[in-house]
């Protein structure tokens, strides 16, 4: 199976079937997921605007350990390196869960804003003013769709 710009092609028989991508924040989410349990050091995700600000905020947490953005072809692609502890080789990523779904959107306003692990964790969320962590988000008093919770 190979993905082109967001649509999964499938070969059937001697022709091709072209199945969009409903959810494309769940699926940077679990190739990132895959990439922790797999012990790998680097992972590679179709690049969108929305998926390279959800990696900036990973990296500017300290998630991850770099990131670049490659502009190849029409969409581009993210190659994240992943971080790992030294000594125990356990991942900084403990947990990554989809919070609005295509199907079920959450929002919140800036008081509803939920707090993850007590403050330890971060929640990404949308804004009129850009992506941000929720921290950020409280500050500025606004609210948006919670995209995911990292810890």
Known sequence: MQVLSLELKKQVGKRFIR???TDPV???LTRVRNAIQANHKIVDIPASNLKKAITKILFEKGYILNY???EEGVQGSIKI??????????????GL????KPGLRKYAGAGDLPRVLNGLGVAVVSTSKGVMTDKEARTQNIGGEVLCYVY
């Not at 390196?81 to 403990?94: F, R």
């Not at 869960?97 to 609005?100: K, L, P, Q, V």
């Open 26 to 28: 769940a699926d940077y």
């Open 19 to 21: 199945k969009k991508m």
């Open 81 to 94: 390196a992943l971080k790992y502890n030294p000594h125990t080789k356990v991942s900084a990523i403990k």
């Open 97 to 100: 869960d989809r919070a609005s």
């Open 68 to 70: 670049k953005f490659e």
